[in-house]
């Protein structure tokens, strides 16, 4: 099925720093979702964003929907250890019922 | 617990051999759906359940797979004829459906198979 464009498909940091990640597409999506996947565990919600243009933040972390709602964008600030783990995007398409298409991953790695 | 549940954690199988993978979604929640995460990559959809309606097996990969979902609650992805390909990790949600934030799909651990 169609993917999403989600990048950097890894990162390196120190802990203390800043991270983003992006999604885009070329199709319009209605909904964004941002999960969080630890090892041997399946992916665990982290933002919901279900209008173009709102921002949304969960403690260190702020998601946006874009204006033209083909993309959004996840920062994690201050970074600590425990944000190791691959996040991943999803969206859902008014012409595809309840079917997320979900991007590839970022691998997040952060140096203490 | 209150979260989605699933079993095996862990298969490994011959090729040809047939697989059960069994789902048990948050209580409450009507739509269940399955997703296939190979090594590295994102998750690809198989099939959705909502309450009574139909199936959309619109993902599944082949006429191999199949699902069902019994009393509205367990749901079972069973694999026939295993191939090495179909090695990956099994994944399964559940939402609710006809509420805010009625796509939040929460998500099981997940079921590792491994064919030989």
């Known amino acids: 099925g169609q993917q999403l464009n989600q990048s950097p498909q890894s990162m390196f940091i120190q802990e203390g720093e800043d991270v983003s990640m992006n999604c885009t597409s070329s199709?319009?999506?209605?909904?964004w979702l941002w999960y969080k996947q630890d090892p041997g565990e399946g992916p665990v919600l982290l933002i919901a964003l279900y209008k173009a243009g709102e921002l949304t933040s969960n403690g260190r972390l702020t998601a946006q929907f874009g204006i033209t709602r083909k993309d959004s964008f996840l920062n994690i600030s201050a970074s600590i250890p425990s944000d190791v783990g691959i996040y991943f995007c999803?969206?859902?398409?008014?012409?595809?019922?309840?079917?997320?298409?979900f991007g590839e991953g970022t691998q997040l790695t952060v140096n203490p | 617990g209150a979260g989605v549940s699933q079993s095996p954690s862990n298969k490994v199988t011959e090729k040809g051999k047939d697989v059960e993978l069994r789902c048990d979604p948050i209580s409450g929640h009507t739509a269940l759906y399955w997703y296939r995460q190979s090594l590295g990559q994102g998750l690809e959809f198989l099939i959705y359940?909502?309450?009574?309606?139909?199936?959309?097996k619109s993902g599944l990969p082949s006429d191999r797979f199949s699902a069902e979902r019994t009393g509205g609650s367990v749901s079972t992805l069973t694999i026939q004829r295993t191939q090495q390909e179909d090695s990956a990790v099994y994944l399964c949600?559940?939402?609710?459906?006809?509420?805010?934030?009625?796509?939040?799909?929460?998500f099981g651990p997940g079921t590792r198979l491994t064919v030989l």
């Open positions: 999803a969206g859902l398409r008014e012409t595809s019922g309840s079917r997320l298409t």
């Open positions: 359940f909502q309450g009574n309606s139909a199936p959309d």
């Open positions: 949600a559940s939402s609710l459906v006809g509420t805010s934030g009625a796509y939040t799909q929460y």
């Open positions: 199709s319009i999506f209605n909904t």
